[in-house]
């Protein structure tokens, strides 16, 4: 039996109440700490899936901005955060761009599309 | 002299929302003026996602809450000038701006929007010894070399404060290859969003040392390092507790301050703790027809109250121009035991909407303690809140009826309570 303790945060109000999830062979066992329902459902989330929404920039070619910016059109795995700035290192685009324009199609295989957050007109 | 009705001075998302309040509520004859070459402020370089929860239920980044404002003052067509700074405001609302094409423009307003948002504190204010090498930066300074320019300030970094922005930065420099070594913070908490301290610190085991400050900067041409120390209750460094870090960046995120040159150029008073304007429920100043919204008022956490403020003062000043806007008297705001500030700070009942928003700061950490309000010597308001932070903006509502069951309220007392 494998057992693990994993302290956290939750983010849930200002409280930021300590949640501590116990987990045994992968299952959580049990989440205390929580004030109200919601730590309990963050702690959930976060303990067995947590994602996040990337943001970051682009260089951009003949544009009337030298960079674009970009994020993951919703949240992905926490543990693809690395890998999903990796895809983005020496990319560039050109201009024009549109809020909303895709980047990049399916970024690290997480069937989520990295798009343009500012439109950027041509020079 | 142009004659324009309203004059907007900010292009940011103060300006851009009292704009459209403006036109939406009747007076087209509306000019925004904005120094920098593109309208949306602070929100360009503000990449990260976050902004946008309570207006348009959905999380958007910075620029695309800005384009969404941006895109509906262009449809209305209101007019705006960029690449304009405002250098000068009358008391008789003359505004005085330069720009590369039209020179020195003087417009003669009959009502003007303050909006011009705020500045981070500097070094300067914060005495820290040592020479004044490369590598020392306003969190927000390092946020628009990365985000606008893309340019990396530095490769290994500690940040002093933990506002939201030093946050915001410690996991965009991380993002971007750099070591981010500490957030030192000498108070016993952090003035940011909890979010911010699990999603950018914790996410990336980033130490957050509370009652911690740098007390000396290393390093003659470019920073080396600092010298970082702990704290005691009284705010001053231990010196038994002194730890050397190795860096080359310093980033200061230590708070913001109103842009208020120009209010002070129009004899506008000034709030000492806010340090924006003082206003009254239609957030006008003590000029009558200069009203102030948004950053430049108070400092914000989230842009959806810096917008409904904004179109707030719009309203109001269309009011004013139609001669709607009634003077009189006005019952006062009183903030009490643990509680900073409020905007308004004054009520005038004749002017109040059904109800009026009081958005404040508490001075401490307070926690199972109660809000309460008090119209004179009786409490009417009595709110149990688990906790209460100086990071986080309250507000409270107060509706008209109070006023037309009580003719004669001459105060209103906000305070913290212990029970
Ligand atoms: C780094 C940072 C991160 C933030 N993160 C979040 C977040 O995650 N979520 C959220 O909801 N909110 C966030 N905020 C808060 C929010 O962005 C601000 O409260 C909001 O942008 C304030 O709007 P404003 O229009 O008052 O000021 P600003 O956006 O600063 O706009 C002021 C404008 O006035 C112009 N101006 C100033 N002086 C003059 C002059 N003399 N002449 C002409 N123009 C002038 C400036 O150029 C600027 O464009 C953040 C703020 C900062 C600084
Ligand atoms: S558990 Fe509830 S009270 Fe505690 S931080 Fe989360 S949301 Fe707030």
């Known amino acids: 039996m494998v057992k693990e303790t994993k302290n956290i945060i939750c983010i849930g109000c200002p409280m930021g109440c300590p949640l501590t999830v116990e987990i045994e062979d992968g299952k959580i066992k049990s989440i205390t700490g929580y004030t109200c329902k919601r730590g309990e459902e963050y702690a959930k989330k976060e303990v067995t899936n947590p994602r996040r929404t990337v943001t970051s920039i682009v260089p951009v070619v ?48 997480t069937g989520v599309p990295i798009i343009a957050t500012k439109a950027v007109k041509r020079r | 002299m142009i004659n324009h009705d309203i004059v907007i001075i900010g292009g940011g998302p103060a300006g851009l929302a009292a704009a459209i309040s403006c036109y939406e509520n009747g007076n087209q004859d509306i000019i925004i003026l904005e120094r920098d070459n593109s309208l949306g402020g602070i929100l360009n370089q503000c990449i990260h996602n976050g902004f946008g929860l309570h207006t348009f239920k959905e999380e958007l980044t910075g620029p695309e809450y800005a384009a969404r404002y941006v895109a509906k003052v262009q449809s209305l067509g209101i007019d705006y000038r960029l690449n304009t700074m405002v250098i000068d405001i009358s008391k008789d609302k003359v505004v005085s701006s330069i720009n590369e094409t039209d020179g020195l423009m003087q417009i003669q307003a009959k009502a003007i929007i303050l909006t011009m948002g705020c500045r981070e504190r500097s070094r300067g204010a914060l005495n820290i010894p ?47 290859g750099a070591l981010v070594k500490m957030v030192c913070e000498i108070m016993p908490y952090s003035g940011g969003l909890k979010r911010n301290i699990v999603q950018c610190l914790d996410d990336y085991n980033i130490p957050l040392r509370l009652n911690h400050t740098v007390t000396k900067i290393f390093g003659k041409e470019r920073v080396t390092g600092v010298m970082v120390s702990e704290v005691d209750a009284f705010r001053q460094p231990i010196p038994s507790t002194e730890e050397y870090v190795e ?6 995120s230590v708070g913001l301050i109103p842009e208020n040159e120009l209010s002070r150029k ?6 000492q703790k806010t340090q924006g304007p003082e206003v009254d429920e239609s957030l006008s100043t003590s000029i009558p027809g200069i009203f102030a919204a948004g950053n430049v008022l108070h400092v914000h956490d989230l842009v959806d109250y810096v917008s409904m403020e904004a179109a707030l003062a719009g309203k109001n000043a269309v009011k004013y121009v139609q001669g709607l806007l009634k003077t009189g008297l006005s019952i006062v705001i009183e903030s009490k035991n643990g ?24 001075s401490d950490v307070y926690r199972d303690a109660y809000l309460s309000v008090y119209l004179d010597d009786e409490r009417v308001m009595h709110l149990k809140k688990r906790i209460l932070t100086p990071g986080e903006m ?14 004669n309220l001459k105060k209103i007392t906000i305070m913290v309570e212990k029970e």
Do not use: H
Not at chain 1, 75 to 103: E, F, H, Q, R, S
């Open chain 2, 339 to 362: 509680v900073r500030y409020t905007v308004p700070g004054t009520i005038n009942p004749d002017n109040a909407e059904d109800i009026t928003v009081v958005r404040f700061r508490t």
């Open chain 2, 266 to 271: 129009a004899e506008v008073a000034i709030n």
């Open chain 1, 62 to 109: 003949a544009g009337e901005l030298d960079m674009v910016s970009v994020k993951t059109k919703t949240d992905i795995p926490k543990n693809k955060i690395k890998d999903c700035m990796l895809a983005l290192k020496n990319l560039k685009v050109d201009a024009p761009i549109d809020i909303g324009d895709v980047i990049i199609e399916n970024v690290c295989e």
């Open chain 2, 247 to 252: 860096c080359d960046t310093l980033l200061l």
């Open chain 2, 394 to 407: 309250e507000q409270i509502v107060i509706p008209k009826k109070w006023f037309a069951e009580r003719p």
């Open chain 2, 130 to 176: 040592g020479y004044r090498p490369a590598g020392i930066f306003s969190a927000g300074t390092a946020q628009r070399y990365v985000n606008i320019e893309g340019y990396m300030p530095g490769r290994q970094i500690v940040i002093l404060g933990s506002g939201d922005i030093g946050l915001i930065m410690a996991r965009r420099l991380t993002l971007e």
